[in-house]
């Protein structure tokens, strides 16, 4: 189903399609982002993500289908919509000599809307130096500059792609709760790829996941962890006796050992896995929520497989 950006979404995907000569990258995907709401889209590395953000951007055509950007073509409007959009890039990029001063002013001409005031408070605040070059910066000063120009324009859509990637924990951590921050006071609409589910987990509102080319999840956060669940009980059987006796829950992750079996099941309910746990031969049964990483995982498939 194509989506409409009647409603008041921000971004549409319609029926996306990118291939590199024979090979598929990305087919037919489809969805929306609303106003104010935070998109994480996700996959393993060389699910077509990065495709996706460029051809968002404008800076690569798709091979079928369209983006729309505030209800405008993405390939037909770019030079007009990106002055609306703030970007950070996987690998922040500026000119190497330039120092972050140097870069600050330039910037500051492209935009009408730029917040000079505001790019300074927030560099004072990350401690980074504003008289030394680009290229002697540490990578996770390079992403606080990245952050600062990206909000220094006020933009009203984030396009994040991997922000965080090669960071370690602390810059990781300072990077997501500068975004809240900015979230809670402005308001702005975000999509972000990510590998780091855990702050992913703290910010976003809806979650895309590609598998096999495919956009197979696009769902609120909330609806979808509440529909995971992982479920352990002693193998006395059950599963000979009963069939695959969780087929009701929607099972995506089966795994047997001597001690019992582990699922991972897709659409809980109580009223459900109570009558599961009746039948007999169960025994203990437990039931345990997810993370977004540990559902993320059962979907995509664990590394190696």
Known sequence: MIPSLSDGSVIGFEGLTVRYG???????ISFRVPAGSVYALLGRNGAGKSSAVRCLLGQQKPTAGRITLFGKDVWTN?????????VIPEEPDAPSDMNVKQIVNFCSSLYPTWDNRSVSDRLTRF???????????????????ALSLA?????????????????????????????????????MTVIITSHDLTGIERIADRIGIIKDNKLVVDEEIETLKSKFRRIRYPNKGIESA?????????????????????AVVSNYDELSFNKFRNLGGIIDAEVSAMSLEDIFTAIVGEKGE
């Open 22 to 28: 024979k090979k598929t990258v990305l087919d037919n």
């Open 78 to 86: 770019r030079a007009k919509l990106m002055e609306k959009v703030g």
């Open 127 to 145: 401690k980074v130096p504003m008289n030394v070059a680009f290229a002697s910066l540490s990578k996770g000063q390079k992403g606080q500059v």
């Open 151 to 187: 909000l220094g324009s006020s933009p009203d859509l984030l396009v994040l792609d991997d922000p965080t990637l090669g960071l370690d924990v602390v810059a990781r951590k300072n990077f997501f709760e500068e975004l809240v921050g900015e979230l809670a006071d402005r308001g």
């Open 242 to 262: 009963y069939g695959n006796a969780l087929d009701h829950l929607n099972t995506v992750q089966v795994k047997v050992s001597g001690w019992g079996v582990e």
